[in-house]
């Protein structure tokens, strides 16, 4: 088995709420996962010290592998040119030098995409050709029976609820592309709510051998920005993967407990297949 701790939008800056980011800390060690995959926007306006914040947070997070992304948040907006010159400068010194990493573990290859683009469209992403090639030979390098896994900021689905959101663009034929190489799952955030989509809503010509990729979008983990069912909540998702099924908890931090709490359950079949909803 295979656990995903998948926390997103910290928000490092003045919307982040430190009681909130303590209680993530508090119950991390107990969840036991095996890799936490951080989705991006980890800062408010990409600044050093918020960075070197986050930095210091996610050093307190246990001491497991950590897959993590840029979000549009991490790329300066008002500072224009280092935007246009050196957008990720911040981000490489003090997160990741790597904007794109494939991690090959035991049970899963996971695949870390920079979808963020500050040069053409600085809150909506993009996902570029080079990157699917990316995707594609790591895959192809990887073990046939490992779960296949990528992580972005940007959705490929929007939220199901009466927010109009935007997702990347190009949705559909990137969604095809992953479904030819594999891919079992897709990671994300952005949007400040957590869902659970299925790319079959995506795709207009199903097949009957294709059960579709799971697209598990998470909430802001710890700060005040959340959205729609989710304002002023904050939430985490921690993802089981087994060799015949996948759960999904969604984790809600409670202010009369102060802590974070499982508040839904979804467990699907590796094939696509809902069994269970809590």
């Not at 040119?81 to 990720?88: A, T």
């Not at 997160?95 to 979808?115: H, K």
């Not at 995707?135 to 609820?161: L, M, N």
Request: charged share 20%.
């Amino acid at each position: 088995m295979l656990t995903l701790l998948h926390i997103s939008d910290l928000h490092f800056g003045p919307p982040y709420l430190p009681q909130v980011g303590e209680a993530l800390l508090r119950i991390a060690p107990s969840l036991a996962a095996d890799v936490t995959v951080i989705s991006g926007d980890l800062t408010q306006r990409a600044k050093r010290e918020q960075f070197a914040s986050a930095k210091a947070f996610l050093q307190r997070l246990p001491d497991i592998p950590q897959v993590v992304v840029p979000g549009n948040h991490d790329v300066p907006l008002y500072r224009i040119h280092e935007r246009l010159v050196d957008p990720h400068g911040l981000y490489r010194e003090l997160i990741s030098p790597e904007l794109n990493r494939v991690w090959q573990l035991d049970a899963a290859i996971i695949v870390a995409l920079d979808s963020t683009a500050p040069r053409r469209a600085i809150v909506n992403g993009r996902i570029q050709k080079g990157q699917l090639d990316f995707c594609r030979e790591a895959f192809a390098q990887g073990k046939a029976a490992s779960s296949r896994i990528v992580v972005v900021h940007h959705p490929f689905a929007a939220a199901p609820d009466y927010e109009h959101d935007r997702t990347l663009p190009n949705s559909t034929s990137t969604i095809e592309q992953f479904t030819e190489m594999g891919v079992d799952l897709i990671l994300g955030g952005h949007l400040h709510r957590g869902y659970v989509a299925n790319s079959l809503d995506l795709d207009p010509k199903p097949t009957r051998d294709h059960h579709g990729i799971l697209l598990v979008q998470c909430g802001t983990t710890t700060s005040g920005r959340g959205r729609a069912r989710e304002r002023k909540r904050n939430s985490f998702n921690l993802i089981a993967i087994n060799s015949d099924s996948l759960t999904v908890t969604r984790y809600m931090y409670l202010d009369a407990s102060d802590s974070f709490e499982p508040i839904a359950r979804h467990t699907f079949s590796r094939g696509g297949q809902v069994l269970k909803l809590n």
